[in-house]
Each structure stands twice: as structure tokens, then as C-alpha cells.
């Protein structure tokens, strides 16, 4: 039974206007609606995802609008930087062009471990940097959103190095290397980038030391966890054995519809380890992705009672 992890697979973070968040990630970002659903654990809060074009495995940024959260705080002891992936630099161009256009706050393009990036804010205070990929060999990434606004040749199309913070950095790393068999790749200072699987963008951490600063506080503008790829329940049920073996908290096996999913929190960090399948295309034709609520079967018998609860919130697309 194999446990290698294949790469990123989601990050999932809070906002606090889920309307707007959708208009930023696909009119600015440029990213498809993939799935409109309700949070599993909390069905009046919406979980949307927004991916490639098929909503491929390790595409997807997801958003929770939890009601009456707090504005979160950056800090250490977090996920403190969500990394997407575009072709290659002049993608990087016609997205600090773009942000100027949009008044998106940003900074200029710079160079990380050698690879280039640009790091830009949502409104709710949300941090990313977008790579480019021009010399990257590593997890592929996805499809650019066919019908989108930013052209095929530009687009984002997948997830980038997540950007971790700790002031316990030895015992993170450890961790990270011992148990989740991520490889050391390059190393500046206080900050070291992490390699899984075939590595590359698709498949990397940038683990940094923060001793100084406050904790983080987790709210709206921050990240809720990171998932890594599984290939199928099976290599799942193999992580569930060892997590066991290790005395490892965890949340045990769960069926998250789309596909299945497992939790442990790693010191401050909530890791998730999610398999590639079923996906995103089982209860939605492609043309039409994203523009209905979703509901997995489970709470299905319950949708008139939670589209009566729930904030009307259109997504439909007009070709």
C-alpha cells in the first residue's frame, strides 16, 4: 500500500463576503467556479472552489463565509501565503498590469528560491504570490479556464508553493521530512523550500521561522488548512494506519462527496490529505459548472430547507 502524497491538492481560507470574493477570483483572477456548496460541517455557510477549467486536483482555491467571523491577523504559526502558477514571466507581466488596472494592492515581481513571483492581496486581507512556471519540471498543472477573462496563454492554472510560517521550525520541518517525506530543496536564511513527489511548483512548501512575531489569528483574510494529494481511498486508509501507528490526532476517514478527505493538525497547521477522486464533475455537466448549488447526497433530502436558509448568491454565467 503506497502513502506517497502527488502534490498539492486545495487551500481552503475564509473571507468575509463570499459575493465578492467570487467576482475577484474569476473576474480578476481569472479562476472558474467549479463548485457552489454549502460548507458540510455548517450547511448556512457556503463552500465555494474555484480551479482550472475541470476543477483538476491541486487547481483548487476554496473559500468558507463563515457567519460573524473575526477579521484574522497574519502572524506566526500559520498559513500565512497562498501560491498559485501561471505559464511563465510574461504571464507575471500581464498580471502586475492587470492589478493596476484593478487596483489591486501588489507589490513588484521579485525572485523566490530562483523561481519569479509577484505577491498581490485580496480585499479581505488575504495574501498570495502568483510563480511562474517558465522553468518549472514538476507536478503539472492544470487547464486555463477556457472561457474566462484573462487569455488561455496567461492564466492561472494551478496551485503554487504554499507558504507555511512556524516559530517552532525544527520540529515542523521534522515533521514535514519524517512523516509527510517532503525533501529539502533550497535554503536562505531563516526559510527553506520543500519538495514532495515530482516536486515543482505544483508540489512544494516554503516553510519559513518566525520567532518574532505575534501569533496569527485566524479569521476572515486568513487560511483554514492545506490539503495534499492522495491517489485513491485506499492510499488514504494507509495514512489513517500510520497516523494510528504515530498516535497522530485525527479526524479519521471523511467523505467530503467531491472526494475523500482526512485531518490532522500538525502544532497550529490543519493538514489534509484528499484523494484526486471522484472530483468535480459527477453532479454538474462541464458548461454549467459552479452556477447551481451543489449539495452531496447525504443533503440532498434537505436542499429546500437550505436554499430557504442560505443567502440567495447567483452565479450564473451568460455566454
Known amino acids: 500500500m503506497t502513502r506517497n502524497l502527488l502534490g498539492i491538492h486545495h487551500v481552503t481560507s475564509m473571507t468575509d463576503d463570499i459575493v465578492r470574493n467570487y467576482k475577484f477570483m474569476t473576474e480578476v483572477l481569472g479562476m472558474r467556479l467549479v463548485k457552489k456548496t454549502v460548507n458540510q460541517d455548517d450547511i448556512h455557510t457556503y463552500h465555494t472552489f474555484f480551479a482550472d477549467d475541470i476543477g483538476t486536483p491541486g487547481t483548487d482555491a476554496t473559500y468558507f463565509d463563515f457567519p460573524q467571523t473575526i477579521q484574522g491577523r497574519p502572524g506566526t504559526n500559520s498559513i500565512s501565503r497562498i501560491g498559485l502558477r501561471v505559464p511563465d514571466d510574461a504571464a507575471l507581466n500581464y498580471y502586475k498590469a492587470r492589478f493596476e488596472q484593478f487596483d489591486v494592492e501588489h507589490e ?30 514538476g507536478v503539472r498543472a492544470g487547464i ?11 492564466a492561472i492554472y494551478g496551485l503554487g ?3 507555511i510560517t512556524v516559530s517552532y521550525f525544527q520540529e515542523f520541518l ?13 535554503q536562505e536564511e531563516s526559510r527553506v523550500l520543500l519538495e514532495v513527489a515530482e516536486g515543482g511548483n505544483g508540489g ?5 521561522e518566525d520567532t518574532e512575531s505575534p501569533q496569527a489569528i485566524q479569521g476572515d483574510g486568513e ?32 467523505n467530503r462527496f467531491y472526494f475523500e478527505a482526512l485531518y490532522a493538525r500538525v502544532g497550529h ?3 489534509e490529505l484528499s484523494t484526486d477522486e471522484p472530483g468535480f464533475m459527477e453532479d454538474e455537466p462541464y458548461e454549467t459548472l459552479g452556477e447551481s448549488l451543489s449539495l452531496p447526497d447525504f443533503l440532498e ?9 442560505i443567502r440567495p448568491f447567483d452565479t450564473s454565467r451568460e455566454e
Open 144 to 154: 486555463p479556464w477556457k472561457n474566462g477573462p484573462v487569455p488561455q496563454e496567461y
Open 301 to 309: 433530502p434537505e436542499r429546500e430547507r437550505i436554499e430557504s436558509e
Open 161 to 163: 508553493p504554499i507558504e
Open 108 to 137: 513588484e515581481i521579485k525572485e523566490i528560491f530562483g523561481r519569479k513571483a509577484l505577491r498581490f492581496n485580496e480585499p479581505d486581507g488575504q495574501s498570495y504570490q502568483i510563480f511562474s512556471d517558465e522553468h518549472d519540471q
Open 269 to 271: 497547521i490543519l493538514i
Open 204 to 208: 512544494s512548501i516554503i516553510l519559513i
Open 223 to 254: 487560511v483554514h488548512h492545506v490539503a495534499f494529494r492522495v491517489s485513491d481511498k485506499q492510499a488514504l486508509e494507509g495514512w489513517l494506519d500510520l497516523y494510528k501507528e504515530r498516535q497522530i490526532p485525527n479526524s479519521g476517514l471523511v
Open 174 to 186: 521534522s515533521i514535514l521530512t519524517g512523516i509527510y517525506s517532503f525533501r529539502p530543496s533550497q
